[in-house]
């Protein structure tokens, strides 16, 4: 089984920001496969899938953004998961808008929910989808990832995450070296 998480913070105040792109991406994914996020336990939306025989479970925490860590090991425990079969969907201020790149084992380049499930978690050694939605050093950064996209901006991630459509199914099925080189863009 595979464990997917969409980084986000819960409430109609937060949709359409920066620091959700991760729900953002999973309710994309979910549309298109005709899937919905119908039940919730340990604090978070849920809902099962299969991609070729392989269960996924798609998980959306509702403890905020910087708490994520309890609810992802909640999962963990109650699906005797290995670190290695995570993958977990978030922003990243410093790559431009669009941008993704998969990364393991990889430093939290202070991302406070990766950071939290780090702390959870005791290992870094999990797989996560970083989507770039660029920074405004005008703007102080809580402001900024909480701030609105621009229908430029949403445009750009539409692309992006069409792009990224078959990424659960890749993570399931090709090895991390594929994934790297088939979704790390500049």
């Known amino acids: 089984m595979k464990l997917i998480v969409g980084l986000g913070n819960p409430g109609s105040e937060f949709e359409n920001t920066r620091h ?15 899937l919905t996020f ?3 336990k340990f604090n978070a939306k849920y809902v ?8 996924v479970l798609l998980i959306k925490p509702l403890s905020f953004m910087n ?8 999962y963990v425990d109650y699906f005797k998961l290995v670190p290695e079969d995570i ?18 084992d990889s430093r939290s380049g202070g991302h406070n929910g990766i950071k939290d499930i780090e702390k959870s978690l005791k290992t870094k050694k999990y ?18 990832v909480l701030g609105k996209f621009t229908k430029n901006d949403k445009e750009v991630l539409n692309n992006t ?3 990224l459509l078959n ?20």
Request: hydrophobic share 35%; with cysteine; proline share 1%.
């Open 20 to 34: 959700n792109v991760g729900f953002e991406f999973l309710d994309y994914i979910c549309e298109k496969k005709g």
């Open 38 to 40: 119908d039940k919730e």
């Open 48 to 55: 099962f899938t299969k991609v070729d025989g392989e269960r």
């Open 67 to 74: 708490l994520s860590g309890t609810v992802v090991k909640k």
């Open 87 to 104: 993958l977990i969907i978030h922003d990243d201020l410093d790559m431009p808008l669009g941008r993704t790149k998969i990364v393991f």
């Open 127 to 144: 797989v996560r989808l970083k989507i770039g939605i660029s920074n405004n050093k005008n703007i102080e950064t809580k402001d900024y």
């Open 161 to 163: 995450y069409e792009r």
């Open 167 to 186: 990424v659960i199914d890749d993570f399931c099925f090709i090895s991390l070296e594929r994934m790297m080189n088939k979704y790390n863009h500049k």
